[in-house]
Nanobody, 123 residues
Framework: QVQLVESGGGLVQAGGSLRLSCLASGRTYKTYTMGWFRQAPGKEREFVAAINWSGGTTYYTDSVKGRFTISRDNAKNTVYLQMNSLKPEDTAVYSC????????????????WGQGTQVTVSS
């Protein structure tokens, strides 16, 4: 069992930066693929980024490539999402998720989810 708690969301102006954190509990955290997803009002949940268990492989949706960076610190049981050059269309609730499988952008492949943190980007 893994429990996930996100933090770091907030209100930022377009062009600004935020760093989201996801603290995981559970001894097997280090073996999980971790992902970030987001959901804007009235829209379906969308994949943002994922990272494999070691941190050596990452995967991004096209709209955030070059602006967002996913990383993890297994000693701290934490995965991060550094978001730069934020745009109003990045506004959403961001959730982290854990998967026992390989790197994936499909929400159905993730077994555990956090509650989410709100990110609002003003124009």
């Amino acid at each position: 069992q893994v429990q996930l708690v996100e933090s770091g969301g907030g209100l930022v102006q377009a062009g600004g930066s935020l760093r989201l954190s996801c603290l995981a509990s559970g001894r097997t955290y280090k073996t999980y693929t971790m992902g970030w997803f987001r959901q804007a009002p009235g829209k379906e949940r969308e994949f943002v980024a994922a990272i494999n268990w070691s941190g050596g492989t990452t995967y991004y949706t096209d709209s955030v490539k070059g602006r967002f960076t996913i990383s993890r610190d297994n000693a701290k049981n934490t995965v991060y999402l550094q978001m730069n050059s934020l745009k109003p269309e990045d506004t959403a609730v961001y959730s982290c998720a854990a998967s026992t499988g390989i790197l994936s952008g499909r929400s159905g492949d993730y077994n555990y989810w956090g509650q989410g943190t709100q990110v609002t980007v003003s124009s």
